[in-house]
């Protein structure tokens, strides 16, 4: 199916509840919850409308993970389609969200086995204004820092790995993380800290060799 462009279902006039553009928007998960409940009862439209509620959030994820506008819209058109293949598969144990992210990096994840395909940790942002050139020093340093991070993160074992991205790139809460990956959020805890705790050890043992 082709997946929309979201809008907030908050600012468009609803056809079937009538609600207006200045009414409060509904608790996004609570929103899933009822859609996702509307989809599996097989009412018109549940599917266009749920990938309408969930779509910002997944893009800007994939958009994470890629690097590339066009490679973050086809992972979402992915995403979208192998979970309308695995619904009966949801559980509810996560938000419907939480499981798009997962299938997103489980199927982004087959493809990014090198290093050279892992994007730094902070996303890429728009300048409202035009941004000011950097220097060609600037710029090379910063190059620098940013191969040095995607070298380290790619060496994390993988569940590590999905904790940071899930956690910094999709910024999902870690109690939403614990239930997608069926651990306990303390357990997301200590992924995390082990994760920076090697990231730093690898940052640092390849700063040392350049130094050498």
């Known amino acids: 199916m082709t997946i929309p462009l979201a809008r907030p279902l908050a600012m468009r006039r609803d056809s079937e509840t009538g609600a207006d553009a200045d009414e409060p928007a509904t ?11 509307d989809l599996r009862a097989g009412r018109p439209q549940a599917a266009e409308r749920l990938a309408e509620a969930t779509y910002a959030r997944l893009y800007a994820a994939c958009h994470r993970l890629t690097g590339r506008a066009d490679d973050a819209a086809d992972l979402v058109q992915e995403t979208y389609r192998k979970a309308w293949q695995a619904l009966p598969e949801f559980r509810g144990d996560a938000r419907f969200s939480t499981w798009l992210f997962r299938i997103a990096w489980t199927t982004h994840a087959k ?10 940790l902070e996303p890429e942002r728009e300048a409202v204004e035009p941004a000011r050139e950097p220097s060609p020093e600037a710029a090379a340093s910063a190059n620098e820092r940013a191969d040095r991070l995607r070298a380290a993160l790619a060496t994390l074992p993988e569940p590590l790995r999905f904790a940071v991205v899930a956690r910094y790139w999709a910024e999902l809460p870690v109690r939403e993380i614990a239930a997608a990956d069926g651990v306990t959020p303390m357990a997301v805890r200590k992924r995390l800290a082990k994760a ?17």
Do not use: G, K, N
Request: hydrophobic share 40%.
């Open 27 to 37: 608790d996004p998960a609570t929103e899933e919850r009822c859609l996702y409940a």
């Open 111 to 120: 493809q990014l086995r090198r290093p050279r395909l892992v994007v730094p």
């Open 196 to 212: 920076f705790r090697l990231l730093a050890a690898s940052i640092d043992a390849a700063r040392e060799e350049r130094t050498r």
